[in-house]
């Protein structure tokens, strides 16, 4: 930061921010469907709302610190057949869990909830990190969770969820910019409950949700030069769960890990249920989650705090290399 000034200098970055490519799509929607509305508790330049509103002064309403009241409200609203998006940030929806569960959840509302810093978010702290939606959401009847990969997928689940008008849906995608992929259309979207392969291989299965999906990428190019074969698939759903996917990969390979940025009780753990209910451990298959550690983390970079937490490509090399050999071997295959 700028000592004189204590103004925080920021790097310059041609990459689009995760926040404004929600913002920007669904302005797009909403010039076409009367029915969006927006909500935000008194966050319109965090959430993009702000954007939102530009276009639509009348159809953007800032409750101000209220996040309880913005969720009631937007369920009011769906009532009436409107299609309210919650954009609220992680850590902020926890002080409305009541209101998720049984004025959104209960009666299930569609209700779209547009997660904003999602996982660890870097100078601001434990305090804004957004450790636990996942867990808290994903344990809820009647929800569906999606987590972007990288921008172009968040396109897709926003595009997605204009049309989920049965029941509650979220989206979430993390504080920083993408990894400048070309967006799609606003007509692009993804089914429900199914995720995507994006490389195949023999011996590894990696699940990964959200946008770990770059480090597991670096991590199997690291274990495809040991000779070891890795199949890489986006989840993009927490719930449903893609459990004919899950199920194949889980048969087909030797090793499984699931990746998240956020904690324990979230995705894996789910995984880790529908294995067992399937009887797949029985059959031997080697396991392990990958979540935010157990403790909270302090400020520092994005990338420093993910790697304090585990979650960077080395790490998930090293828990895998730990599950296909013991330590002789680990040591033998690096060198």
Request: glycine residues 8%; aromatic residues 8%.
């Amino acid at each position: 930061f700028n000592v004189k000034t204590g103004e925080q200098e920021k790097k310059v970055t041609n990459l689009p921010a995760y926040t404004k490519v929600f913002a920007n799509t669904l302005v797009k929607h909403a010039q076409k469907d009367s029915k969006i509305i927006g909500i935000t508790a008194a966050m319109p330049g965090g959430t993009g709302m702000d954007i939102f509103a530009k276009e639509f002064p009348k159809r953007m309403f800032d409750v101000g610190i209220a996040e309880q009241h913005a969720v009631t409200f937007s369920a009011g609203l769906a009532t009436e057949g409107f299609k309210p998006y919650a954009a609220i940030y992680s850590t902020f929806l926890q002080r409305a869990y009541d209101q998720v569960v049984h004025d959104v959840a209960i009666q299930s509302l569609p209700v779209r909830f547009a997660i904003d810093r999602a996982g660890l978010v870097g100078a601001d702290g434990s305090t804004h990190a957004g450790s636990f939606d996942i867990t808290y959401l994903s344990t809820l009847p009647n929800f569906i969770v999606m987590a972007a990969s990288d921008e172009a997928e968040l396109v897709k689940m926003i595009n997605t969820s204009v049309d989920i008008n049965d029941k509650p849906s979220a989206i979430r995608y993390p504080r920083g910019s993408g990894i400048g992929l070309d967006l799609p259309s606003i007509d692009e979207k993804i089914a429900i409950g199914k995720g995507r392969i994006i490389q195949e291989g023999k011996q590894i299965c990696i699940l990964s949700l959200g946008t770990r999906l770059e480090e597991c990428k670096i991590a199997a190019e690291d274990l495809k030069n040991k000779g070891i074969s890795t199949t890489i698939i986006d989840a993009r759903f927490a719930k449903p769960l893609d459990q004919e996917l899950i199920l194949k990969c889980a048969r087909e390979h030797e090793v499984m890990i699931t990746i998240e940025e956020g904690s324990i009780g979230g995705f894996g753990s789910h995984v880790k249920n529908l294995l067992a209910e399937k009887g797949i451990f029985d059959r031997g298959l080697k396991f392990r989650s990958m979540t935010l550690p157990d403790t909270f983390i302090e400020q520092d970079s994005p990338k420093k705090m993910y790697d304090i937490a585990g979650l960077n490509a080395s790490h998930i090399s090293k828990k895998i290399l730990n599950l296909l050999f013991n330590k002789d071997t680990i040591k033998a295959v690096k060198s």
